[in-house]
């Protein structure tokens, strides 16, 4: 929306957009011009909430006896590792005894991870080769109504080399894939995510995007109901919170691709945080929450992937007073250390579901209309055992996705508890069908 579109003349679209030098700004669903959309093109209805999917993933399993939940709805007893979920109970569903086959008895590490969203073999030695994920599959189908078909995001850089097991360490790194050999580039820097959800570009890029856009927010305020000015004035100091911080971060990028030019080194080769990113990974993690849940309520896209931290993952967590690194600390899972890296975790989907759960929309909230995935690559990374996975997920997809429910597939035999027979059922929940995906043909039973 420019400046000549706040003209009383010329009616809103559906989908509206606060112009600057260098910027695009999409907006959260207005009511007020949803109904003027539907009045000026003569329709009864105003615009409905899309569906939205979203992946949290973290690498090397759980605390295996803390990871539990009992009972239903708003009276579900929860574990310690799943604590943080107490609010959402009503929105929750704890999957347990799901697994994927083609990732079991293969070796440890990049063979259980890198075909966790596709369900399909994967291919040991220089060659890659697996499948495309679900998260890809949907971008592929619904992803072009929304302005990007999916963002993939990471809060750790990428490994390289080969595994003892021959599998590529690329494997290990990345769970969303474009096709069956090429994975999705994962954005790890705040800022630049941040960037990407507004187009932010050109010579004034580090000015705020806000300051660039009051204009046009101005002229918009002019036409919209006095809910919908709250609410545009709630979404616009929630941006200008998540800029701040960018921007700090973007500071700190400048000065370590400042630094590894003059040691002549690549920036991906530096360790965390002469790279750029955030020392503390509580900033790093809370700002990705915080850019995806922005794109999500403004539309900017409808699908979302979330590397928290990858498998074989080097992340500190000094704040938890955890002196090992992540896949040291996984190997005693069993530990009250990898019970506080759990909890943490959880935590991190605790507040993504609080952010979109606070988004009001049509009759719900923005989590209503989501289903947001969490998922690792194994139960106990102790034992590397993989043979059932935690899997959680939040949100209700516009009411076809039942929820408050604790399901239990372990013994349902394995044909009947494939992870992929869970992401056929949530894809006809998204209105995507199709006949098979990776090794499933069935949906999941009773869910």
Known sequence: MSNQDTKPTQPLSRRVFLHGAGVVMGLPLLESVSAQAARAEGSKTSATPPKRFIVQFMGTGISPGRWWAKGEGAGMELSPSLQPLEPFKTKLNVINGLYNRPSTGVGIHPGMTGNILSGMPLTRGAVLHGGVSVDQLLAARIGQDAMQPSLVLACEQPLTGYHESNFSMAYSSHISWQSPDSPVPTEVYPSLAFDSLFENSGSRRMESILDRVKDDAAGLRRRISRD???????????????????????????????????RSKALIAMKRP??????????????????????????????????????????????????????????????????????????????????????????????????????????????????????????????TLQTGRVLNYREKGDENRKLCSLYLSLMDRMGVQVARFGDADARLAGF
Not at 296 to 309: G, N, P, S
Not at 369 to 384: A, D, E, P, Q
């Open 274 to 399: 002469d790279n750029g990113l955030p020392e503390d990974i509580r900033d790093h993690m809370r700002l990705m929450c915080d850019v995806v849940a922005l794109a999500i309520q403004t539309d900017k896209t409808r699908i979302a992937t979330m590397l928290m931290c990858r498998d074989l993952s080097g992340l500190f967590y000094p704040f938890l007073n955890v002196r090992d690194a992540h896949h040291l600390a996984s190997h005693r899972d069993t530990s009250e250390d990898y019970q506080r890296i759990t909890h943490f975790y959880v935590s991190q989907l605790a507040y993504l579901a609080g952010k979109l759960d606070a988004m009001r929309e049509g009759e719900g909230t923005v989590l209503d209309s989501t289903c947001l995935l969490w998922l690792s690559n194994m139960f106990s990374g102790s034992n590397h055992d993989n043979s059932t996975l935690p899997v959680l997920t939040l949100g209700g997809l516009k009411g």
């Open 228 to 262: 919908d000015r709250a609410k545009l004035d709630e979404y616009l100091t929630s941006v200008r919170d998540v800029e701040q911080r960018a921007q700090k971060m973007r500071g700190d990028m400048g000065k370590a691709s400042a630094s590894a030019k003059d």
